[in-house]
């Protein structure tokens, strides 16, 4: 079948895929979501993450992907990696921090983001760590200096040059801090070595060397823009088109799993996600899983705003890295396939549990 790129503007590719992703809606009323196009896959290729359990991956425990399959095809731990396999069809859906979906984007992707799956917020947020007894107490220390990452032109490098930005540093200053890629299990070492000066650090890993002491944050991702939904799942823009009631199960499925995990106690959630990498034996330690507080999501079923690509439009035409107009948010981006709260969706059930009723809070759990 032929691929939908030939769409002669980004506005009316995006209209097209509202019709789209509506008409899946339609068709699948009363079949259970999408089951009624019979010519459609309902297995979905995907990059896992070793150790953690990523949302479609637990909206498939619960039963919330119906008759819709994941397969899994290796690990990545690159969000711009994983996007990319996703436009070039290796995978069949991938997730990435949004300002990587708008350069991927800007480079005529067939991709569109279609879900939010982390952001984020109190508690699920990464921090810039320095040395207790470090110099570095502003921004304007940070030049000549070494901030290791888990990976470049992505999250933390975007968090980085606002936070200078923001505390006035041209440019050229800028260009003067110097990030590194450092593998988020030896950032810690690192930074207590002295081989960086600066550290990201999240989750589990932040949480432990907290515990050890001896660091402080400069500044944390929360502090600097508060609550907001960070990363989007991408699809090729021609599996849209050709399976689009798979499309609308997948990412109902993964909204549900959103607000499932929103709704439901701490320890039930880690609890799920242990069970799940313990069944999938691939030998993986569950301890970070235990360490788990929040997907950071902010929208309610994972709903995509204009906002949350705008800021990394506006960052990146900054950099230079691309042109000013060049890119629109709202054709980045499409809740059509999302019908988590449209119709019947007051209760959510699902194996193993009882009933719960919709949540309505967009903060973290």
Request: glycine letters at 10%; proline letters at 4%.
């Amino acid at each position: 079948m032929s691929s939908i790129s030939p769409l002669t503007t980004a506005s009316s590719r995006r209209q097209f895929l509202t019709l789209l992703g509506l008409s899946a809606v339609a068709v699948s009323c009363g079949t259970g979501g999408g089951g009624a196009a019979k010519d459609q896959t309902r297995t979905l290729r995907y990059q896992g993450w070793a150790g953690a359990v990523i949302l479609p991956e637990l909206a498939e425990d619960l039963g919330f992907l119906e008759d819709v399959k994941l397969k899994w095809v290796g690990n990545t731990i690159s969000g711009p990696q994983d996007i990319q396999s996703a436009a070039t069809g290796q995978v069949d859906f991938g997730g990435a921090f949004n300002g990587a979906v708008v350069k991927l984007a800007a480079r005529k992707a067939p991709i569109t983001a279609v879900i939010s799956y982390y952001g984020v917020d109190k508690a699920a947020y990464n921090g810039f760590y320095v040395l207790k007894d470090s110099p570095i107490r502003s921004a304007r220390d940070l030049t000549g200096k070494k901030v290791g990452m888990n990976t470049l032109g992505a999250h933390s490098e975007a968090m980085l040059d606002i936070y200078l930005q923001r505390h006035g540093l041209s440019q050229a200053d800028i260009k003067k801090v110097e990030p590194l890629v450092v593998p988020p299990v030896n950032t810690e070492q690192s930074l207590r070595q002295k081989q960086i000066e600066v550290g990201v650090l999240g989750d589990i890993l932040r949480d432990k060397a907290l515990q050890t002491g001896g660091i402080r944050p400069l500044f944390t991702d929360y502090q600097l823009l508060g609550d907001f939904s960070a990363g989007t799942y991408v699809v090729n823009d021609r599996f849209l088109k050709e399976n689009p009631a798979t499309a609308r199960t997948f990412v109902t499925g993964v909204a549900r799993a959103i607000e499932w995990a929103r709704a439901r106690p701490r320890e039930e959630v880690i609890h799920r996600q242990i069970e799940i990498v313990k069944k999938r034996g691939r030998n993986e330690d569950t301890v970070p899983l235990k360490y788990w507080k929040s997907f950071g999501v902010a929208e309610t079923g994972g709903r995509i705003t204009d906002k949350e690509f705008q800021l990394w439009i506006d960052w990146l035409a900054k950099r230079g890295d691309i042109e000013k107009g060049q890119v629109k948010a709202s054709d980045l981006y499409t809740n059509a396939f999302n019908a988590y709260g449209r119709k019947n969706s007051q209760k959510e059930s699902h194996k193993g549990t009882s009933s719960t009723a919709e949540p309505t809070s967009k903060s973290g759990s």
